[in-house]
């Protein structure tokens, strides 16, 4: 939320000529939007050859370009937001050829992409993770979904509180995906350690685990922690994170 208060450009992905925009939509995701316009605040470009693109979850006020004008591959076309129905800011693109919605990744037909292998159709490569983690980090309290959208520090911890907690959050979870937390003490020992486990496909989820000060305090030393995200029942994702308590 804080990177989006910021502004994150969005930039048009060929040459081609703005056919519809779409303003005004507020910027509260799911709790706000009206039905029908789950794409909230987009645009939709054409180019050459039936090729069209879209662009959805446009911040509201931040559209640059309108009905007609032609913008150039790059060029910045608005900002990203969080309207329409979505769970938190991103840009959702869509490429579609002829009116058919197309992966832009293998080429081939969204419902034929999971594992294609066609042609990659990026003028230059981009790097994407189809689901993985997003961000992580340590807390002296707590912490909920909301206050880990708007952005927490990596380290947000202070010796005097009561608990010492480590949260991670991933994206793009499917069935059977698994986020496994572990905290460990300076000695070694494991202090706090759990599987969370996936029922069904998720946008987004946040987990944490947690130990309670002892009676003597913190003890000094080095605190580390570590999540993996496990897909296909294999490690997809490892991240660390180190405490130092003087």
């Known amino acids: 939320m804080a990177e989006m208060r910021r502004g994150v450009r969005i930039l048009a992905a060929a040459p081609g000529r703005v056919r519809a925009v779409r303003d005004g939509e507020p910027d509260t995701g ?3 939007f ?15 050859d039936g090729w069209s693109t879209q662009y959805c979850h446009l911040a509201r006020g931040s559209i640059a370009v309108r009905p007609g004008q032609t913008v150039a591959r790059g060029a910045p076309i608005g900002r990203m937001g969080l309207s329409g129905r979505t769970e938190f800011p991103h840009l959702h693109f869509t490429l579609r050829r002829d009116g058919d919605v197309v992966d832009p990744f293998d ?20 790097a994407v993770r189809f689901g993985g ?32 907690i480590f949260w991670a959050r991933a994206f793009g979870l499917r069935s ?30 946040f987990a944490f685990i947690g130990a309670r000060r002892p009676s003597g305090g913190w003890a000094p030393g080095r605190y580390e922690a570590e999540v993996v ?3 296909d029942e294999r490690p997809a994702e490892t991240r660390a994170e180190t405490l130092l308590i003087d």
């Open 107 to 126: 080429g081939g037909e969204v419902s034929a992409a999971c594992g294609g292998a066609g042609e990659d159709l990026w003028a230059e490569p981009v």
């Open 133 to 164: 983690l997003v961000d992580h980090g340590f807390i002296g309290k707590r912490p909920t979904l909301d206050v880990v959208r708007e952005g927490l520090p990596t380290i947000a911890f202070d010796p005097a509180d009561d608990v010492l």
């Open 229 to 231: 995200f496990i897909r």
């Open 34 to 48: 009206e039905t029908g316009k789950d794409c909230g605040n987009g645009i939709v470009v054409d180019h050459a």
């Open 176 to 205: 059977g995906d698994v986020i496994r937390l572990r905290l460990m003490a300076p000695d070694g020992r494991v202090m706090a350690s759990n599987d969370r486990a996936m029922d069904r496909a998720r946008a987004e989820e």
């Open 30 to 32: 799911l709790e706000g």
